[in-house]
């Protein structure tokens, strides 16, 4: 059973770094075609994909906030941790991570419960 | 990046009916097109995957359609439980991104 596990601070404070660490059990990230995704939810809003990194080490970034997003992997401590910086209340939102392999295809078929992060002075 | 546009944005139905929502790419995907389920305060449920494939443990009532540019999803007989919000998501290339979502309310 897959299952995945999202951390981090509530709250952080405008131009700060955020920090999440998504924990993960029941996969491998060192399986070929593996990838776990971050994506996000403003209140009331869509849903908006940030990141992805693969098996491989292979990592995709949103390109509006790709100077802000880094992704990595920790394979030994199956953990996918993504930093973003210089945070703004426009930021505050729900983060998610997501399982997914096979190039995409298969879509992310396992989600963490989310994490809310909120943005304020 | 690919756009990717949902219609509608809103829709009232009630219990057994027939609801389609459609997807549209900004250029061809392929069938890289999954579609998610998305309750209050839940994370989002994959439902289809492939544009057309049911996701194991998700009831034959959802189903996909689609390929290159416009894609359905269709539920045949709306149960209670049903009523939330759904979104596209492409995955042909990076960013995958999401439609604006299809909430499906209660008449």
């Known amino acids: 059973q897959i299952t995945l596990k999202e951390s981090g601070p509530t709250l952080v404070k405008p131009t700060q770094t955020l920090t999440l660490t998504c924990t993960f059990s029941?996969?491998?990230?060192?399986?070929?075609?593996?990838?776990v995704s971050w994506i996000r939810q403003p209140p009331g809003k869509a849903l908006d994909w940030l990141a992805l990194?693969?098996?491989?080490?292979?990592?995709r970034y949103s390109p509006s906030l790709r100077s802000r997003l880094t992704i990595t992997k920790d394979t030994s401590k199956n953990q996918v941790v993504l930093t973003m910086t210089n945070m703004d209340p426009v930021d505050t939102a729900t983060y998610y991570c997501a399982h997914s392999y096979g190039s995409g295809l298969y879509g992310m078929d396992v989600w963490g419960q989310g994490t809310t992060v909120t943005v304020s002075s | 990046d690919i756009q990717m546009t949902q219609s509608p944005s809103s829709l009232s139905a009630s219990v057994g009916d027939r609801v389609t929502i459609t997807c549209r790419a900004s250029?061809?995907?392929?069938?890289?097109l999954s579609w998610y389920q998305q309750k209050p305060g839940k994370a989002p449920k994959l439902l289809i995957y492939g544009a057309s494939s049911l996701q194991s443990g998700v009831p034959s009532t959802f189903s996909g359609s689609g390929s290159g540019t416009d894609f359905t999803l269709t539920i045949s007989c709306l149960q209670p439980e049903d009523f939330a919000t759904y979104y596209c998501q492409q995955s042909f290339t990076t960013p995958h991104t999401f439609g604006q979502g299809t909430k499906v309310e209660i008449k």
């Open positions: 250029q061809s995907i392929s069938s890289y």
């Open positions: 029941g996969f491998s990230l060192s399986t070929s075609g593996v990838g």
């Open positions: 990194i693969f098996s491989n080490d292979d990592k």
